[in-house]
């Protein structure tokens, strides 16, 4: 089983940079995928969720609005196309799968990629 991580820099506030998760060893395309992240010093903070189908999504207040999850089961893959960005969005930024959207992922249940770094500042 792995999740990879990638499309994470450095850019300035206002720009855009768009992650992937690529997903291998397990059936992604029955899977809830999360995005969540971790900024210095803090803790896991849940960004977006994406259910099997596609196309129910959910978004944490902070990015409402900025930013987009998606997947292409087809490649085993899910997005976040992240706009607008602020230099509060800093972070560390994981992908993970569950089977059910009730995955406690504060414990880090299912399954984890190892992070892409995510840097906002002018």
């Known amino acids: 089983v792995q999740l990879v991580e990638s499309g994470g820099g450095l850019v300035r506030p206002g720009e855009s940079l768009r992650l992937s998760c690529a997903a291998s060893g397990f059936s992604f395309s029955s899977y809830y995928i999360r995005w969540v992240r971790q900024a210095p010093g803090k803790g896991l903070e849940w960004v977006s969720s994406i259910y099997d189908d596609g196309v129910r999504t959910n978004y944490a207040d902070s990015v409402k609005g900025r930013f987009t999850i998606s997947r292409d089961n087809a490649k085993n893959t899910a997005y976040l196309q992240m706009n607008s960005l602020k230099s509060e969005d800093t972070a560390l930024y994981y992908c993970?799968?569950?089977?059910?959207?009730?995955?406690?992922?504060?414990?880090?249940?299912?399954?984890w990629g190892q992070g892409t770094q995510v840097t906002v500042s002018s």
């Open positions: 993970a799968a569950c089977q059910f959207a009730s995955c406690n992922w504060r414990a880090r249940e299912g399954y």
